[in-house]
């Protein structure tokens, strides 16, 4: 069993900062790819940004310049610095990672909201 527990969320105004974390723990060889994602009310789960183990990422066209995703492989944790915020940018944001086990497969945290205030 694998476990990511997200934190770090909650309300901002426009144009502040947050970070989230996010920590996996459970059972875990390795970790590849991790990565943030979020949904906003009446929309689909979107990418928001990923990380490679090598320190490789990738991002949405909407959050690049603005947000930073970065891990600490030692401690299974990604983060997600958060800049120059918008009220677009209000949604749950998940936490993902690719996980080695005995097979490899994708998990999720439970989510943590971000509220944008205007």
């Known amino acids: 069993q694998v476990q990511l527990v997200e934190s770090g969320g909650g309300l901002v105004q426009a144009g502040g900062s947050l970070r989230l974390s996010c920590v996996a723990s459970?059972?875990?060889?390795?970790?590849?790819?991790m990565g943030w994602y979020r949904q906003a009310p009446g929309k689909q789960r979107e990418l928001v940004a990923t990380?490679?183990?090598?320190?490789?990422?990738n991002y949405a066209d909407s959050v690049k310049g603005r947000f930073t995703i970065s891990r600490d492989n030692a401690k299974n944790t990604v983060y997600l610095q958060m800049s120059s915020l918008k009220p677009e940018d209000t949604a749950v944001f998940y936490c993902?990672?690719?996980?080695?086990?005995?097979?490899?497969?994708?998990?999720w945290g439970q989510g943590t909201q971000v509220t944008v205030s205007s």
């Open positions: 459970g059972n875990i060889f390795s970790i590849n790819a």
């Open positions: 993902n990672a690719l996980v080695r086990n005995w097979g490899t497969r994708n998990y």
């Open positions: 990380i490679t183990t090598g320190g490789s990422t």
